[in-house]
């Protein structure tokens, strides 16, 4: 396979601070928080008026009338209405696959600019109604006499009205996110410690990174926030250990999972600036870093012989194995943290010689990564996960991260929904 051209580089982000459901921004929508987000990137590179090449972006909690989201935040915009925008949905490596999309529509020459997206709100999820009612309502708006409407509407019986409420629920097993990585715990044996300390890290780094002024230039207030509302800047092993369990109270193993070692229902939403390395010379914008690789992972998880959220466990050893690079060539790891135990889970598969044996068809283990340089300034589980807006946080992050220390590398994995997991390679430009 040849080297693929790589003329796309990051020259910047910017998002909304993220918000825990049902507070601050209850009353957004997704199209108020992603308008809002891109005018701020806009704002902050000067290019109101300007058409870029493509916008894309995504949500994984949709309305059905926010069909063509990214394109109606476009319009919505400071930018010129003569940019085209499109909608992507990978659950929650949609931000992540946003600026995939748009890396490889730049290196084939096709666009010069784009700007990759991803929103979520909890606040604001969709409910819909039954299928009985749905179909009498369908009815009723294409009869044409009120003879018609009257005999249609008379079909609907009060059961009807109960809507559907939203759930984080995979359809095909019925289980949660949650309940699903607690499976995932107790048969990686992830104790509850290790889980807790994750999370202790997550909000120190995060504190310090805010602290630090790290985040001025990515992050714009909105709707009177100003830092993530989820961050616990004074949280402690011991206000951790305190947490009941949520999640896996039904298995026969203790359990581990709670509040504060599992991401929040989070609102919010984030954006990437990526040009050409000529379109960021003609503009003096000066690059920060490139996506160099992808790879996307899926497992077979609905007979419960692989874990939900374990695919970035099969995506990482493939990119690196394409790449010809190993741990030791990484100076970050960008691993979202969905709940604690994922990332500590996939720490544990890639470090097991029967799953590299097994599983990975190695001769033994995949390797061990430095945890000194894993989310150096927090993840999701301090900062929050508005599900599609979590890869642009991460890659607008990891981008000016390596740009300001001088570094190198980073790996950015994500696990997503349906068994899927997303996983780029970043290197300082
Ligand atoms: C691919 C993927 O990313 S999959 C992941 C998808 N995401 C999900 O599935 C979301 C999972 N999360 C959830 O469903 C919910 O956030 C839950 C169930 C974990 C928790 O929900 P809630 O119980 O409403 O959380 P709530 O905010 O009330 O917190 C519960 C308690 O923990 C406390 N708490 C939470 N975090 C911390 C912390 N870091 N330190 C100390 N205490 C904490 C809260 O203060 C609260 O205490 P209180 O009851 O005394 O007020």
Redesign the pocket.
Known sequence: MSAPTQRAVILGGNRIPFA?SNKQYAKASNLDMLTSTIDGLVARFGLAGETIGEVAGGAVLKHSKDFNLTREAVLGSALSPTTPAYDIGQ??ATGLETVVSLTNKINAGQIESGIASGVDSASDAPIVVGDSLREILLELSRAKTLTQRMRIAAQIRPAYLAPQAPS?GEPRTGL???EHQAITTAAWGISREAQDEL?LAS?QGLARAWDEGFFDDLVTPYLGVSRDTNL?AD?SLE??AK?SP?FGKRLPEPATMT??N????TDGASSVLLGSEDWAAEHGFTPLARLVDAEAAAVDFVDGAEGL?MAPAYAVPRLLARNGLTFEDFDVFEI?E??ASTVLAHLAAWESEEFGREKLGLDGAFGSLDRTKLNPLGSSLAAG?P?AATGGRIIATTAKYLKLTGKKRSLVSI???GGQGLTAIVEAA
């Open positions: 825990r659950a929650c984080t949660s996110m949650g999370a909000h616990r949280s206000s951790l947490l949520v509040a504060g599992s991401t929040p229902l959220l979202h969905a709940f996960h599900f696990c997503a929904a």
